[in-house]
């Protein structure tokens, strides 16, 4: 079992929609989780960061972590099309010098 | 633009070659990590360092090995290279060393022929 899962999509949505963006882990000892965005042809970038559960909202976009079922959700509110990237979670322990996992990450598109 | 650069952008080799990729972080990041993204294996982590020293080490190959300098920039030297290792590899930085708050630069995109 991968330590990060993710639908790999592709996800076609059309604008104005809302997403939902899912990422299952296996290990209890992740306490820290994120989101990342990728543009096609460039390095991710940071869009949300949280270490506890429940919700954290930046904007039109909400991040939700579950602990209790290592479930991770993005949330994307009045998409655009500007929003049609590949999105990663990621984890982190919460010990020192271990690296950050990512999951596969969902391709998304938002259509005019 | 996240203020890390990465060289070369671009590189076709042949296999057997080696290579060296360049990655110079933040402005005052000291923590410098290398990932490898191939469309069948995501994202992966190969090694950390911070402020000089190796932290934390991933799938990295025995071909594969790192350094972090003291003007804190990073290479990635790649050897005996073979088709497999046609990826994108990603440098990312960040200011504490614990951290899941990465600034990636673009890539540079690996090319085995």
């Known amino acids: 079992q991968k330590e990060v899962e993710q639908d790999p999509g592709p996800l076609s949505v059309p604008e104005g929609a809302i997403v939902s963006l899912n990422c299952t882990y296996s290990?209890?000892?992740?306490?820290?989780f994120m989101w990342y965005r990728q543009y096609s042809r460039k390095g991710p970038e940071l869009l949300m960061y949280t270490y506890s559960s429940g919700n954290k909202e930046d904007g039109r976009f909400t991040a939700q972590v579950d602990k209790s079922s290592k479930y991770i959700s993005l949330f994307i509110r009045d998409s655009q099309p500007s929003d049609s990237a590949t999105y990663l979670c990621?984890?982190?322990?919460?010990?020192?010098?271990?690296?950050?996992?990512f999951g596969p990450g969902t391709s998304l598109s938002v259509i005019p | 633009d996240s203020g890390v650069t990465q060289t070369p952008k671009h590189l076709i080799t042949a296999t057997g070659q080696r290579v060296t990729l360049r990655c110079s972080p933040r402005s005052g990041d000291l923590s410098v990590y290398w990932y490898q993204q191939s469309l069948d294996q995501g994202l992966q982590f190969l090694i950390q360092?911070?402020?000089?020293?190796?932290?934390a080490k991933g799938n990295i190959l025995e071909r594969f090995s790192a350094q972090q300098f003291p003007d804190l920039h990073s290479e990635l030297n790649l050897s005996s290279l073979e088709l497999g290792d046609s990826a994108l590899y990603f440098c990312?930085?960040?200011?504490?060393?614990?951290?899941?708050?990465?600034?990636f630069g673009e890539g540079s995109r690996l090319t085995v022929l």
């Open positions: 990312a930085s960040s200011v504490e060393q614990n951290t899941g708050e990465l600034f």
């Open positions: 360092y911070y402020n000089g020293e190796e932290r």
């Open positions: 290990n209890s000892a992740f306490q820290y």
């Open positions: 990621a984890v982190r322990p919460k010990t020192s010098y271990d690296k950050v996992i």
